[in-house]
């Protein structure tokens, strides 16, 4: 099916069953425990053994020698596999650097054998008698001492902007603000760690994984191990937690798959924790530099965003300014992104990679801008909208009501009693109140699924799309329900396997849309194939309560499909109402906080989201999923950062005691609210995505909450004690009253 005209009405449309609050059809899978996540499949006819990873302990430069002697000899252990054994590989076309093989080292941890052994701890203990010898080169791993030597990338990553003249717009404008904002490598630190089972008969390879995306996987696992793709079956049911982590192939499968042909045995192997920092992707940090220039009126005349992120040689940008080419009027505008090159472990795609760590410098600025014009930072939001691209103003928004979101959270926040920078008190808090918008880009994919009808009644979706715990099974049911005028029980959906049609996958915020649209399309084909098996008009066929109705005539679902049911299958495919028309989701975050008046610390007290994206296809598990971005947003502001050994290239705090992420004492009440809203233009659907969405913008809402509270501005994340302590300006009184009293 080709989505190249907007939505018209459609069965979906009768919101029966898609748009309820249906509690997920995996629920019960996975609090009873039968959920089979990778590292958990047990087959009793498979005599699965262990792998453990063996990782580089230099962060550049070769390989000259490996004895791994000692480790053959030790208890259990059936084979060891070394990089050098199994010489270079070609790159998956998702990698930046290589998983495994060769002598050559590109970053600390980076897997160069695996032990494999009868038990788990038999592997571990062996792994630690591999010896190596290096040839250790010198390496860059401060961004701030590589900017110097950051360059322009190739034009595919659209890394520059610019409309107007910036440069002099600025120095006319009335009001200016010149800052710069820094946000920290960050971890997806998901609960699940990266884990696969191997197994192969002949030449055929099985791999139970944890993948976002299968057919991703799939390819790249076939160019790295150099067998035919067709070859390969991948399956991946479960995934508890990717957040971009698990987009691309990772060691974890490739490490299984050799060790599984060398011991000839299925082998799991799952990367301990030091590893999911070290050798898997993370987010990179950013240096930015924004400027904003304003008439006395609050317009927007001049704007302009810069940044630099570091990563390995042929790596992406981390593209933290490209909300600020949509988000806010102004006739000359610049925005200019530059990569160094730096030696530590992969930077890619983490939870709205661009708009998470722009948005956290964007919208403190806006907010300090704001103060500067003295004009209210949601007014001067408001003023700043636009119904346009600004960069291309010939190209409208699909749909957009940021304006909506930050009136109607303004409303229900109580925005009204908010007092200036630390003039609310409660007991030793000072409390103040923060706001952010949320934006985030809607991307849509092609989506494949295929439909079953049974002579039972009952339809069965088979698509390889996965569920990240974002509730896939969930809206897919609902979706194949609308379609066929059935039950949710009578729906089964199967995913997350390589013999199904290709999906969009689960990422980017465009794995919801996408893959109900595929299913939507192959639903179309089942509803023809029925309609021709009974002789209907398959123009005004109607599907309801079980039945396929045609004027006087109506037919049980279950006996259209007969003995041998009927199939249906296709794939959505996208035109170019994405090139005509700008498609963005929208949001506002409010966010209350309290800082302790003495030490600087900071408490969330509570948390607002207002989302305006499309059609909400299930409201309890898009809430579930903004609630969980409003999480990591508390964790990127106040805790989460990797720290960097400068000297040695690796990041230090390589685990979940070190690296740390927000936990339950640190979230109060959480609300979210959806606007009423449906984008024709976005798909068939009339949905978007909205995952990402509930985190851009959260971290610079608690940075400007805590601003409100102290007076104290950090434009340094992650925001900790100590960068607030020094600026608070009843310190030096307290403590003199402290010594009068001593």
């Known amino acids: 099916m080709q989505f190249d005209k907007p939505a018209t009405t459609n069965p979906i449309d009768q919101l029966?069953?898609?748009?309820?609050?249906?509690?997920?059809?995996?629920?019960?899978?996975?609090?009873?425990?039968?959920?089979?996540?990778?590292?958990?499949?047990?087959?009793?006819?498979?005599?699965?053994?262990?792998?453990?990873?063996?990782?580089?302990?230099?962060?550049?430069?070769?390989?000259?020698?490996?004895?791994?002697?000692?480790?053959?000899?030790?208890?259990?252990?059936?084979?060891?596999?070394?990089?050098?054994?199994?010489?270079r590989r070609e790159k998956g076309k998702f990698n930046t650097v290589n998983l495994f093989g060769g002598d050559e080292i590109q970053h600390y941890h980076q897997a160069i054998a695996v032990v494999v052994a009868e038990t788990f701890e038999q592997a571990r203990a062996a792994a630690g008698l591999v010896k190596v010898e290096y040839a250790e080169e010198r390496g860059a791993f401060d961004l701030r001492e590589a900017m110097a030597g950051a360059a322009k990338p190739d034009d595919s990553q659209e890394p520059d902007t610019?409309?107007?003249?910036?440069?002099?717009?600025?120095?006319?404008?009335?009001?200016?603000?010149?800052?710069?904002?820094?946000?920290?490598?960050?971890?997806?630190?998901?609960?699940?760690?990266?884990?696969?089972?191997?197994?192969?008969?002949?030449?055929?390879l099985t791999v139970w994984t944890s993948s976002q995306m299968i057919d991703w996987w799939r390819s790249d696992l076939a160019t790295t191990l150099g067998v035919d793709k067709e070859k390969i079956h991948l399956m991946s049911p479960f995934i508890g937690g990717g957040f971009g982590g698990k987009l691309f192939l990772r060691s974890d499968a490739v490490l299984a798959a050799f060790g599984a042909k060398a011991a000839s045995r299925p082998v799991k192997v799952a990367l301990p924790r030091p590893f999911i920092m070290n050798n898997t992707t993370h987010r990179p940090a950013t240096i930015q530099r924004i400027r904003i220039g304003a008439g006395r009126d609050g317009r927007i005349t001049a704007i302009a965003h810069e940044s630099w992120s570091g990563d390995q040689p042929g790596g992406q940008l981390e593209t933290a300014a490209s909300q600020t080419r949509l988000l806010y009027a102004g006739a000359d505008r610049m925005t200019a992104m530059r990569l160094a090159t730096l030696h530590l472990p992969e930077g890619n795609a983490m939870r709205a990679p661009g708009e998470a760590p722009g948005l956290m410098a964007l919208e403190i600025a806006m907010d300090e801008m704001a103060e500067k014009l003295g004009m209210d930072p949601i007014e001067f939001r408001i003023v700043n909208d636009t119904q346009v691209d600004p960069e291309k103003p010939e190209r409208p928004f699909s749909h957009r009501d940021l304006v909506g979101c930050l009136k109607l959270g303004a409303d229900r926040f109580g925005w009204s009693g908010r007092e200036r920078p630390g003039a609310r008190r409660e007991g030793n808090w000072m409390?103040?109140?923060?706001?952010?918008?949320?934006?985030?880009?809607?991307?849509?994919?092609?989506?494949?699924?295929?439909?079953?009808?049974?002579?039972?009644?009952?339809?069965?979706?088979?698509?390889?799309?996965?569920?990240?715990?974002?509730?896939?099974?969930?809206?897919?049911?609902?979706?194949?329900?609308?379609m066929m005028g059935i039950g949710m029980n009578k729906v089964a959906v199967h995913l997350g396997d390589s013999r199904f049609p290709v999906s969009a996958g689960s990422g980017g915020q465009f794995g919801a849309n996408s893959s109900t649209s595929g299913v939507y399309a192959a639903c179309v084909k089942l509803r023809e194939a029925v309609a021709a098996k009974l002789g209907f008009n398959s123009a005004d066929v109607v599907f309801e309560n079980g039945e396929v109705r045609s004027g006087n005539r109506s037919v049980p679902l279950a006996e259209a499909a007969g003995a041998d049911g009927l199939?249906?299958?296709?794939?959505?495919?996208?035109?170019?109402?994405?090139?005509?028309?700008?498609?963005?989701?929208?949001?506002?975050?409010?966010?209350?906080?309290?800082?302790?008046?003495?030490?600087?610390?900071?408490?969330?007290?509570?948390?607002?989201?207002?989302?305006?994206?499309?059609?909400?296809?299930?409201?309890?598990?898009?809430?579930?999923?903004?609630?969980?971005?409003?999480?990591?947003?508390?964790?990127?502001?106040?805790?989460?950062?990797?720290?960097?050994?400068?000297?040695?290239?690796?990041?230090?705090?390589?685990?979940?005691?070190?690296?740390?992420?927000?936990?339950?004492?640190?979230?109060?009440?959480?609300?979210?609210?959806?606007?009423?809203?449906?984008?024709?233009?976005?798909?068939?659907?009339?949905?978007?995505?909205?995952?990402?969405?509930?985190?851009?913008?959260?971290?610079?809402?608690?940075?400007?909450?805590?601003?409100?509270?102290s007076g104290v501005r950090v434009r340094h994340y992650p925001i900790t004690l100590d960068k607030l302590i020094g600026g608070l300006p009843q310190l030096a009184d307290m403590s003199d009253a402290y010594r009068s009293r001593a």
Not at 671 to 688: L, N, Q, R, W, Y
Request: charged content about 20%.
């Open 162 to 204: 610019a409309v107007g003249n910036f440069e002099a717009a600025f120095k006319a404008a009335a009001v200016t603000l010149e800052q710069s904002y820094e946000t920290p490598d960050q971890s997806h630190a998901m609960m699940e760690p990266h884990a696969s089972l191997a197994a192969w008969n002949g030449e055929e």
């Open 567 to 709: 199939v249906g299958e296709d794939k959505i495919e996208w035109g170019d109402l994405t090139k005509t028309h700008q498609q963005s989701t929208f949001g506002a975050h409010f966010v209350e906080v309290g800082v302790d008046i003495a030490t600087g610390e900071s408490r969330i007290r509570r948390m607002l989201a207002v989302c305006a994206a499309g059609r909400i296809l299930n409201p309890i598990t898009a809430r579930s999923q903004v609630i969980g971005a409003m999480t990591m947003g508390a964790g990127g502001a106040l805790s989460e950062e990797l720290a960097v050994d400068t000297r040695r290239g690796f990041f230090v705090n390589h685990d979940l005691a070190g690296y740390e992420v927000a936990v339950h004492a640190d979230i109060p009440h959480q609300d979210v609210i959806f606007m009423d809203e449906t984008d024709p233009m976005s798909s068939p659907m009339k949905a978007k995505g909205v995952g990402e969405l509930g985190l851009c913008g959260v971290s610079a809402a608690i940075a400007n909450a805590i601003y409100n509270a």
């Open 16 to 87: 029966k069953v898609v748009g309820q609050p249906i509690h997920r059809i995996d629920g019960e899978l996975k609090t009873t425990g039968r959920a089979m996540y990778a590292y958990e499949w047990h087959d009793a006819n498979l005599p699965y053994v262990y792998g453990y990873p063996v990782g580089a302990a230099i962060a550049k430069g070769r390989i000259t020698a490996m004895d791994v002697s000692a480790a053959k000899r030790a208890p259990g252990v059936l084979a060891v596999v070394t990089t050098l054994d199994v010489g």
């Open 431 to 482: 409390i103040g109140m923060g706001v952010a918008a949320a934006f985030r880009n809607n991307l849509v994919l092609p989506s494949g699924a295929r439909v079953r009808l049974d002579s039972q009644g009952v339809v069965t979706v088979e698509t390889d799309m996965t569920d990240i715990g974002t509730g896939s099974y969930t809206i897919i049911a609902q979706t194949a329900a609308e």
